[in-house]
């Protein structure tokens, strides 16, 4: 029964988070605003699983205690997802929210990703650990060296890489454009 477990916990069970992160700052200055803290020049480093990193830095930040755990509203910012392979991953955007427990992220405002040599621009983008997604939606468009794509919606999976593209409405089509 035992094996049976660590059989099913290794090869179905989804890929843990491993709970090592730390918050390097430099120049800190922090005041009371609202009851909050504001920061700036905030910098989380999260070590995933399997030598993943999570990297998220902001200008200015404001933390907002939440029962159990932190959401910090973020302004400028940058993180870059690092995958098994060192291959970077990076989001920029004007405003961010960030959970501290689970490490999901949304970024909203003049959103861009650039992976190799393709960037995709939005409005908004949700990285959620726990489904293993990012997705991408609000004006989306998507450039690389083949052309661009104008869709509502790109998700991908962390994991295995895959890419949707899709429509809201079946009615509209995903406009292509070959360079």
């Known amino acids: 029964m035992v094996s049976s477990y660590i059989f099913f916990d290794k090869y179905f069970l989804s890929e843990k988070i491993k709970k090592k992160s730390k918050i ?23 070590s995933l699983s399997k030598g993943k990193e999570y990297i998220i830095t902001s200008e200015t930040s404001e933390i907002e205690e939440i029962d159990d755990y932190e959401l910090v509203t973020m302004r400028t910012v ?57 997705e991408i939606y609000d004006n989306v468009i998507a450039e690389s060296q083949y052309g661009i794509i104008k869709s509502d919606k790109i998700v991908i999976d962390l994991i295995t890489k895959k890419i949707d593209i899709s429509m809201n409405s079946v009615n509209k089509d995903i406009e292509l454009t070959k360079y």
């Open 24 to 46: 390097v700052s430099k120049n800190v200055q922090v005041t009371d605003f609202n009851k909050n803290n504001i920061i700036r020049n905030l910098k989380y480093e999260i």
């Open 78 to 134: 940058k993180a870059t997802l690092i995958d098994n392979n060192r291959s970077p991953l990076v989001i920029k955007s004007l405003n961010a929210t960030f959970n501290n427990s689970n490490y999901n992220t949304t970024f909203s405002k003049d959103v861009s990703i650039e992976y190799m040599n393709n960037k995709i621009l939005s409005n908004t983008l949700n990285l959620d650990f726990k489904k293993k997604l990012i």
